[in-house]
């Protein structure tokens, strides 16, 4: 969603800032825009579209780009009022005189609104910011800090936002509620970011500010204050990302490159956390002791989306593995419906993004009820994980592309690891713990094996590219792989896709099926399989064509369908993993063979901070 950059030190702000709205497009946006205080003069420039049409937009503005000075930088995904103009950010009050960015919503901006046009205000966009940068100079004696201060406490919702003065060159002011906020430490320079994807060209060291927190940002210092604006310390965190993980390097597109990494990210999310000798995992972020594990008495897993998904798979793994009945919330639903968490309730809150605000939601319903809440999260430091106190990291780096590859499989392959522990901690062998631990560590191995067949899957995709309607099915383990298959489809190749259990498929979408409707049938050689080929025969007696994914030198598919991909032999358990990287490449060949764009689907943004 909406994305955030400032800076403020000796360099040209302009160039600094254009490469990190570069950097945040992947979150998706629908318009971008800066505002820079140089020479005397905020110069504001924006553009609705992507980056590389504000900086056309630059050229109209000779010699801003070589300023030194300080600026703000937002890409805005609309909430509220359409892409344009003038609703694109930054926005300044009335006089021209303050420039505020903001993620988040405010909630009561229209009474606010109404209060300052009672004033004599104009507004010049339809946005909930715009009364932001009005109330600031509403609120202005003097000191910006102060009234930025002012300001926030007379807003409800959330924001994460920067605010620059022509009265103060080189100064940013910054704050968080509900929206992320990092600041980057540089040498004679600092910045300011929504997403530390931002910063990493600049600096490893950040500081991430707590909700409340409020800041001045200079070149040479970072005074943080909290709600009751008395000065804090925060610590600074590094960070372990290199630019080239945030980079395509000779891949076409991020989404490619992230479905390769996969064997790499896996092994980072696997290294150092099984024990051979015990044949159990360890996951130090749990903080729990044995004992303290063994009073677990149910699991609720929460989150949207893939990560929903992943949940999903979860829930076989600890009921299956570990014997603690377990079950998965939409995270959405889980905030609103009073769900029963007990002392021995253990909440798994699942986000890549670690900003997902349903996944917030459901963290602080969770901890509020006193459960007991580690969270699964990709992003270091992101609010999740931050909230949760306690958690498992995926080690997966920067997840660029909209659409889920490889922080899926992570959090797929750290819930395995966690039903392990908990499994150990419970009924499961020491020898079959063992036995499940070798078959973690051969799923690198054998996620390189399907990325091998890219080539043919890529031939398969091409030929099924011109359907506008595809259904996935499975069963298991299966079936929420078959539900992360279609939600990969769709999202990025726009074409409608349905994921099923297969034995739903006959109480009624079946009725849609004939050979306009191809089936993408989980039949991998795990039990089920036998099942599923009823299904498959199901399918194709009203002609659907059907794609199969099975068990390579299994030939008992192959004859009733009309495409193979073919996957290595492994158990029902990781299955799932070599299944999706197939689906992932299948679903990303046919959205570049239909010319979409892949990164950035229409209308998704990377992580969902509205609800
Ligand atoms: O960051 P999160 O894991 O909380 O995000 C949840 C969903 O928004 C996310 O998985 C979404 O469904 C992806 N676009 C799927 O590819």
Redesign the pocket.
């Known amino acids: 969603m909406c994305g955030i950059i400032g800076y403020t030190g000796p360099r040209a702000a302009v160039p600094i800032l254009i490469d990190g709205l570069k950097r945040l497009e992947y979150r998706g946006y629908d318009s971008a825009g800066l505002a820079v205080v140089a020479d005397g003069r905020l110069s504001e420039v924006k553009a609705v579209g992507k980056v590389h049409q504000l900086e056309e937009a630059l050229a109209a503005h000779a010699g801003l780009e070589e300023k030194s000075g300080c600026g703000i930088a937002h890409t805005r995904w609309a909430t509220h009022g359409a892409p344009s103009t003038p609703n694109a950010h930054p926005h300044l009050d009335e006089s021209g005189q303050i420039a505020i960015v903001h993620n988040g919503i405010i909630e009561n901006y229209q009474e606010l609104r109404r209060y300052l046009e009672g004033k004599g205000c104009h507004f010049r966009s339809q946005t909930d910011s715009e009364v932001i940068a009005n109330l600031i100079a509403e609120a202005y004696e003097g000191d910006l800090l102060a009234a930025t201060a002012a300001t926030l406490e007379q807003l409800n919702g959330t924001y994460g936002i920067a605010v620059v003065s022509v009265r103060h060159p080189g100064l940013i002011v910054t704050a968080r509620k509900g929206s992320p906020i990092v600041i980057g430490i540089g040498k004679g320079e600092n910045l300011v970011a929504s997403d530390v994807a931002a910063l990493l060209a600049h600096t490893r060291e950040v500081i991430y500010l707590d909700d409340g927190d409020i800041a001045v940002v200079t070149a040479d210092r970072i005074d943080l204050r909290n709600v009751k604006n008395v000065p804090v310390e925060r610590e600074i965190a590094k960070i372990d990302w290199d630019m080239g993980a945030a980079e395509k390097g000779n891949f076409p597109h991020f989404m490619l490159k992230e479905i390769f990494e996969q064997p790499e990210t896996i092994e980072n999310a696997i290294r150092g956390r099984i024990d051979h000798s015990m044949g159990t995992a360890v996951l130090a972020g749990m903080n729990l002791s044995p004992r303290e594990l063994a009073t677990i008495s149910r699991i609720v897993i929460a ?6 998904h992943a949940g999903m798979l979860g829930e076989y793994y600890f009921e299956d593995i570990a014997g603690v009945s377990t079950s998965v919330e939409q995270a959405a639903e889980f905030r609103y419906r009073n769900p029963i968490i007990e002392p021995n309730t253990l909440v798994i809150p ?7 605000a349903d ?1 917030i939601a459901a963290v602080r319903e969770a901890s509020a009820k006193g459960g007991v809440v580690t969270a699964l999260c ?1 992003v270091v430091g992101s609010t ?1 994980a931050r909230e949760a106190g306690r958690g498992i990291y995926l080690h997966a780096g920067p997840e660029i592309s ?4 490889k ?2 499989s992570s959090q797929v392959v750290v819930l395995l690891l966690y039903a392990l522990m908990l499994g150990r901690n419970r009924r499961l062998s020491r020898s079959d713990g063992e036995e499940l631990a070798r078959e973690i560590e051969a799923v690198p191995g054998l996620i390189r094996e399907v990325l091998r067949e890219a080539p043919k899957i890529k031939e398969i995709a091409d030929r099924y590219a011109r359907f506008e309607d595809f259904f996935f099915i499975g069963r298991g383990c299966l079936y929420p792989t078959a539900l992360e298959g279609a ?2 489809l769709k ?1 990025i190749s726009y074409i409608h896709a349905e994921g099923y259990h297969a034995a739903e498929l006959k109480h009624g979408p079946i009725s849609l099926l004939d050979e306009r409707h191809p089936v993408l049938a989980l039949a991998n050689d795990i039990p089920g399989k036998d099942k599923i080929i009823g299904n498959i025969q199901e399918c194709r007696a009203r002609k659907s064509p059907v794609v199969a994914v099975v068990t390579r030198g299994d030939s008992s598919v192959v004859k009733m369908t009309d495409d193979v991909i073919e996957i290595p032999p492994c158990s029902r358990f990781i299955a799932p993993l070599p299944t999706v990287v197939a689906l992932q490449l299948f679903a990303y060949y046919v959205a570049v063979a239909r010319g979409c764009e892949v990164d950035q689907p229409r209308n ?1 943004a ?3 901070t509205v609800e």
Do not use: D, Y
């Open positions: 989150g949207c989306g893939s990560s929903l699942i986000s890549q993004s670690g900003e997902t996944t990709n999740i909209v659409a889920s590859t922080a899926f939600l990969k999202e998704l990377k992580s969902v």
